[in-house]
């Protein structure tokens, strides 16, 4: 981290106990206790917009939690798929862990984040958080979809929230740093998965000498992801409170499905910059066949099927044959589709989902969900 003065005494690590791995369908994500869970919040953002500054002030905090933050340092090079990999004792892959005076607990992890994340869930004092640091790894994506996946750990963790930091005097030219190449920025795939972002450095942003305003960029921001949840900070000082048990992967978290469920709500964004990168919502009043939907979401996000690449998907389903609201919600190629609650007398059952991605196709998007109205 940077900026860190005294750095406390190492606490021993327990032995693992190891655990047999479970085996999940490709693209399903199985049941998940919430309930037993400690909730994990991916932390990412360009380089400095001040990521080290967010967890410096959450691990010098007086906020009475328990909260234990991983430092990353596995990057691109070595890959998330190794980087999840459970080696076992011998890995020797956990740092250091160092306790904080305000009960916090802090480590640094090169290459096994599943052990680092056993290793905390073992611990005798109960976690209220974990905030884990994507040094290095510009796209959360494949962390997230592991982390929701939740094959190895086994329910001992779930994924709460991505959060991205940007910084505000800086975004509005990282927007456009690449925007004559076949490549995004890297502020663009991480404002495409965040649940929150954090626009940082508001202090140093004015009109008159920037040329642009703090709604301008909140605009670019909801251009990328209108989903997304905007929070105004100066040196990354936030409520915890909004930011931490956000449950933005809690399909009984229905708050968040606010916007989803006003109907005179448009979500849909504009091709921002000639990217391909945008916001889409489409809607079906007739209730929809539920195998059909599996299939037609397989379809989009496995088989990309013309040319389309989803980052995240969220919406409620009116199911035929059933008086549920349905959830669905997807990382990449991986989804969920659950009954969260019972439809209310005065809400108006429809299907409403918002698809984040690149090359969107609304007619092929809405055509093909019409499809999934019919009865065989």
Known sequence: MEDDEDVPLAVQIDEIIEKPNSQVQHGLRPAVDDAASVGVTVITGYLGAGKSTLVNYILNSQHGKRIAVILNEFGEEIGVERAMINEGQGGALV?????????????????????????????????????????????????????????????????????????AKNLHFQLREHRDSSSFPEAYIQIAFADVVILNKVDLVSSKDSGYTLEELEKEIHDINSLATIIHSVRCEVDLSVILNYGAYDAMHLTHLKALLEESQSLTTRDFHDTGVRTLCINEQKQVDLDKIRLWIEEILWDKKHGMDIYRCKGVLSVQNSDQLHTLQAVREIYEIVPARRWKEEEKQMNKIVFIGHNLNDDILIDSLRGCTLTS
Request: net charge negative; aromatic share 2%.
């Open 95 to 167: 740092e250091e862990w160092v306790e904080l005076s305000n009960g916090c607990i802090c480590c640094t992890v090169k290459h096994s984040l599943v052990q680092a994340l056993e290793q905390l869930v073992q611990r005798k004092e109960r976690l209220d958080h974990i905030l884990l640091e994507t040094t290095g790894l510009a796209n959360p994506a494949p962390l997230a979809s592991v982390l929701w996946l939740d094959d190895q750990l086994e329910s001992s963790v779930k994924l709460d929230s991505i959060i991205t930091v940007v910084d």
